[in-house]
């Protein structure tokens, strides 16, 4: 069994910046991918990041794209968000997602139901 857990939310004016964190705990013998959602009040949930865990290859939602940087400590078994240049329309819970899917060593899965384990989620709220 897996575990994530985040931390790092909060309130930010717009401009500002936070990172996110997500640790993984349990089995974490084959982890694939990692990644991160987002789901803003009365929206659906939508990608924002994921990183494919062997190579580091990173794919970026186009919201996102230039703000927000993914990255993951391997040794720490921890992936980070990086937002920067925040904005009203960032506001959203975020969710960090993992896959355990051996898709190989260079895919990101850019799909809810492709991803095995979800984190309980952090708020962040870009407002003045």
């Known amino acids: 069994q897996v575990t994530l857990t985040e931390s790092g939310g909060g309130l930010v004016q717009p401009g500002g910046s936070l990172r996110l964190s997500c640790a993984v705990s349990?089995?974490?013998?084959?982890?694939?991918?990692m990644g991160w959602f987002r789901q803003a009040p009365g929206k659906e949930r939508q990608f924002v990041a994921g990183?494919?865990?062997?190579?580091?290859?990173?794919v970026y939602s186009e919201a996102v794209r230039d703000r927000f940087t993914i990255s993951r400590d391997k040794a720490e078994s921890t992936v980070y968000l990086q937002m920067n240049s925040l904005k009203p329309e960032d506001t959203a819970v975020y969710y960090c997602v993992l896959d355990q899917d051996n898709n190989g060593d260079y895919y990101v899965p850019l799909e809810e139901h492709e991803y095995d384990y979800w984190g309980q989620g952090t708020q962040v709220t870009v407002s003045s």
């Open positions: 990183i494919s865990w062997s190579s580091g290859i990173i």
């Open positions: 349990g089995s974490t013998f084959s982890v694939y991918a």
